[in-house]
């Protein structure tokens, strides 16, 4: 059964750091496209980080470009999202996605259930 599970979401202050986790079972995350997404209340998900498959490349978005970064450890068959110096505006319910065979973050095939992240001082 094909399964992603984040973790790693609480409350952080103004200027704090969160690393997410989303541990995926069922597959190998290794061959596809993964990225976190996220979304606040009211608006609409956006894409926040993206790891290729097809280079290994990473991409995240100008929001939070020098804040954010996306990585993948294959033998714990995991993708992480480091967050740092966090503000209040990223405030939402991060997700975790997975788009099967796809090189880049869009379509995706799998989602996780989400883990709220709240900056807040």
């Known amino acids: 059964q094909v399964q992603l599970v984040e973790s790693g979401g609480g409350l952080v202050q103004p200027g704090g750091s969160l690393k997410l986790s989303c541990a995926a079972s069922g597959f190998t995350l290794d061959h596809h496209a993964v990225g976190w997404f996220r979304q606040s209340p009211g608006k609409e998900r956006e894409a926040v980080a993206c790891v290729s498959t097809l280079d290994g490349k990473t991409s995240v978005v100008d929001s939070v470009k020098g804040r954010f970064t996306i990585s993948r450890d294959s033998a714990k068959n995991t993708v992480y999202l480091q967050m740092d110096r966090l503000k209040p505006e990223d405030t939402a319910v991060y997700y975790c996605?997975?788009?099967?065979?796809?090189?880049?973050?869009?379509?995706?095939?799998?989602w996780g259930r989400g883990t709220l992240v709240t900056v807040s001082s």
């Open positions: 996605a997975a788009g099967i065979l796809k090189v880049v973050c869009t379509d995706m095939d799998y």
